[in-house]
Structures are given as structure tokens and as C-alpha cells.
């Protein structure tokens, strides 16, 4: 098996369980406790979110932002702390256009066997880097590759930030192809759904080169065509966890 066929079958994996530990579980312990991430939204019928991850980007988050200011749309951006460091100006106009910016940690680690000390680092960094491109301090954290683990959700409940995973899953960034983001999209979302993009990538490329795996043209493609389709058939957009 490739290491892309793995990264497939483990995110499937993670989409499967997604509407199951949702049904069974619900987002809350009997003590209020968190016992897993968020995977759904609860703000009525017909209202979703739309996430992207691992920006933000020089290219591609300003092209996201710009089908997003044109539908008033408001979305989660959970961005990479190296990323903002090397783009605070694009993290900021983020920021400045009403967007909620998530921290999903500062190097994108496999949380896997990393002690929580160093997994708090991951954290914490971000947050001041979050802070100091004029974002209000996060509340709401997106773990790499959405592995929760329980030094992760240790650190993130003494840090008070909100877990978040997602319930549609396009597997937009292994390029599969715009028509395929776009019908994976349209055909699960449903009300509750928290949708997964990426925007960016940890790259040291500042402009990646069309069909690299860093490249996030796809994404911005398909967002430009399903987002009227949502909005026309009803749906509202809002962000995860409280307000």
C-alpha cells in the first residue's frame, strides 16, 4: 500500500466513524464534557460550515476569500502557525473580513506518540500567532490530519479550546479533480454538516507549482461553483462551537 492510499483509507476511516460516534455518543458527556471533537453544527435546519485547512496560503486563501465575500458567506480557517508567520498579511485580511480563525498547530506533527508537553507547544505558538495578526484568541482547534489524541484533548481542555473535526470530507487535497470535489460535496452535505477544504499547505514554495501536491487550485475551483448551488437551495453558512 502507497503512503497516499494509507492517508485515503485512514480519513475514510475517519468519515465513517464520524456520523456514528455523532448517533451514539452526541458532541457531549452526561458531565458536559467533551467526549470527542465536534463532527456536526447545531444552529436549526438547513445551516452547515465550511472549514479550510492548512493556510493560509498567498494564493489560494485570497481566491477563497473572495467566493466567500461574494456570497456573504462566513467560514472557519484553521491555519498552520509557521503559515501565518510566513503570511501574516493574508492571515490578517482573514481576520479583517469577519472570518473565525481555528488553530490547527504550529507544524502540523502527527500527534501520534508526541507527549503532551511538545503537543502543548504545537498549541500554544499558534495561538500567539494567531493573536498578534489581530485574531481574537482561538477558541476552537483542529487536530493534524484530525488525529484526537488524548494528550491532545488533555491540552486542548486546560487551553480551553473547543475540538472540531468534520462530517463531509471531499479529499480535496489529494487533487482528485474539481468535478469530483464538487459532487463530493453536494452529495453529502446535509444540515449539521461541517465541510473540509484546504487552502493551504506546509510548503516552503510561496507560489506552488500547478499540480504539485501543494497546489489548492481544485479547491478554490470547486467552492466558486458548489457554494451558489448551496445557497441557492437554501442553506445557511455559520461557524463551529459557540459564538
Given amino acids: 500500500m502507497t503512503d497516499r492510499q494509507d492517508r485515503i483509507g485512514r480519513r475514510r476511516l475517519l468519515g465513517a466513524c464520524a456520523a456514528a460516534a455523532a448517533a451514539v455518543c452526541g458532541a457531549s458527556g452526561a458531565a458536559g464534557e467533551p467526549e470527542g471533537p465536534d463532527r456536526l453544527v447545531e444552529a436549526g435546519p438547513m445551516t452547515m460550515a465550511l472549514t479550510f485547512d492548512d493556510g493560509p496560503s498567498l494564493v489560494s486563501t485570497p481566491e477563497i476569500l ?37 488553530n490547527h498547530s504550529w507544524s502540523h506533527p502527527a500527534f501520534e506518540g508526541l507527549p503532551a508537553a511538545q503537543v502543548r507547544t504545537e498549541i500554544e505558538r499558534t495561538n500567539a500567532a494567531i493573536t498578534r495578526v489581530g485574531g481574537r484568541r482561538p477558541t476552537l482547534f483542529r487536530a493534524p490530519g484530525g488525529h484526537f489524541t488524548p494528550a491532545c484533548m488533555t491540552v486542548c481542555a486546560e487551553l480551553g479550546l473547543r475540538p472540531v473535526s468534520w462530517s463531509v470530507d471531499p479529499e480535496d487535497w489529494s487533487r482528485p479533480g474539481t468535478d469530483a470535489i464538487v459532487d463530493r460535496v453536494l452529495g453529502a452535505a446535509r444540515t449539521g454538516s461541517i465541510v473540509l477544504n484546504h487552502d493551504g499547505c506546509l510548503s516552503a514554495d510561496h507560489a506552488p507549482a500547478p499540480g504539485s501536491p501543494c497546489d489548492r487550485a481544485q479547491t478554490a475551483a470547486a467552492l466558486r461553483r458548489y457554494l451558489p448551488r448551496l445557497v441557492e437551495a437554501g442553506y445557511r453558512f455559520t461557524v463551529p462551537g459557540p459564538p
Fill in 66 to 102: 473572495a467566493t466567500l465575500r461574494r456570497y456573504g458567506v462566513t467560514a472557519t480557517f484553521f491555519m498552520i502557525g509557521a503559515n501565518i508567520e510566513k503570511y501574516p498579511q493574508v492571515a490578517r485580511q482573514v481576520v479583517g473580513e469577519g472570518h473565525r480563525v481555528g
